[in-house]
């Protein structure tokens, strides 16, 4: 787990004929929990302090007052190159090395911790895989990567010396929409599997809502709201909050929701006489077992249907239009019973 007490952190700023300026506060007496296991997301405007926060845990930066806290110690008492060296970090920049291999780069914190080279090697092999990169990738060096590649790699360096804890600063920031939204699934399949305690800065409120167990809303260093997605729909709890999270919160909670769950079976068969066929539905292709409510309905809006087929575990089902907006009320109302929190 965790921690900030009471966190105050300023910069100098410049002032005028170069003399220092009055101090620019970032963090103004910020405290939070980070829970084990869980995904907290830091989501606030430019300026907000989300970056701040972050560094302070891997002593990147020192808090002018307060207390970081990692499982229970003062982080001010860890010897800073053990704390990172046991702390995955991801940054939007990648920061692979060069003159490095893809294993080479992933094999950084590793080898600095002592591992022999067969450990090392099956260790690659297996983060690789993991972000879905071929094993001939292993040799290939950075200026030979996509830029979705380029960032699978840092996601897998660091995960690399399976450190309990992940902080990573916008690592998806710089990509294209479509390869920033696949490495959000990617990781967000990753993360379910592994559960690491990971605080993720973002701007961005469509991959904070896909990926958050609990999301902390900053504004001017302040913290002035936390608490799970569903939480933060049902009730912001200060206007800023609720205009910087605006009407496109809840369409973006419906990523959250299983298409396939939403939709009516029937029968044993596939949609066992409810769907016979896609031509049912004039020809309409049927939504993946993957699909969230927000594919279906952005589907539906492009295609002006009010239904869709769906693979789902029990066949071929349909799912309404209804059933979206059931689903929407439902966790707007819901509260703290979200089962992904």
Partial sequence: MLEARGVRKSF????????????????????????????????GPS??????????????????????LVDGADARGLDPVTLRRNTG?????VGLFPHMSVAENIAVVPRLLGWDRDRIGR??????????????????RPRELSGGEAQRVGVARAL????????????????DALTREALQVEFA??????????????????????????????????????????????????DFVADFLGARFGIEMLGRESAAAAAEYAGSGPAGGLIASAAD????????????LRDALARMIAEGRTALPVEGP???????????????????GAGGNDARR
């Fill in 123 to 140: 260790r690659v092999r297996e983060l690789l895989e993991a972000v879905r990169l071929p094993a001939s990738f292993a040799s290939r």
């Fill in 89 to 93: 970090y991801a940054i939007q920049g």
């Fill in 189 to 238: 399949r990753i993360q379910g599997r592994l559960r690491k305690t990971v605080v993720f800065v973002t701007h961005d409120l469509a991959e904070a809502v896909l990926l958050a167990d609990r999301l902390f809303i900053l504004r001017e260093g302040r913290l002035l709201r936390s608490g799970s997605p569903r939480e933060l729909l049902a009730a912001a709890g200060d």
């Fill in 160 to 175: 690399a010396a399976d450190p309990p804890v992940l902080l990573m600063d916008e690592p998806f920031g710089a990509l």
């Fill in 47 to 68: 300026g907000s302090g989300k970056s701040t926060l972050l560094r302070l845990f891997n002593r990147l930066l020192e808090p002018d007052e307060g207390v970081l």
């Fill in 281 to 292: 539905l004039g020809g309409a292709a049927p939504l993946g077992p993957e699909a969230s």
């Fill in 314 to 332: 029990r066949g071929r089902g349909l799912l309404r239009i209804e059933a979206i907006a059931l689903a929407g009320r439902a966790a707007a």
């Fill in 12 to 43: 100098p700023r410049a002032g005028a004929r170069g003399k220092a300026g009055p101090a620019e506060r970032a963090l103004d007496g910020v405290s939070a929990v980070f829970p084990t296991g869980e995904l907290s997301v830091l989501l």
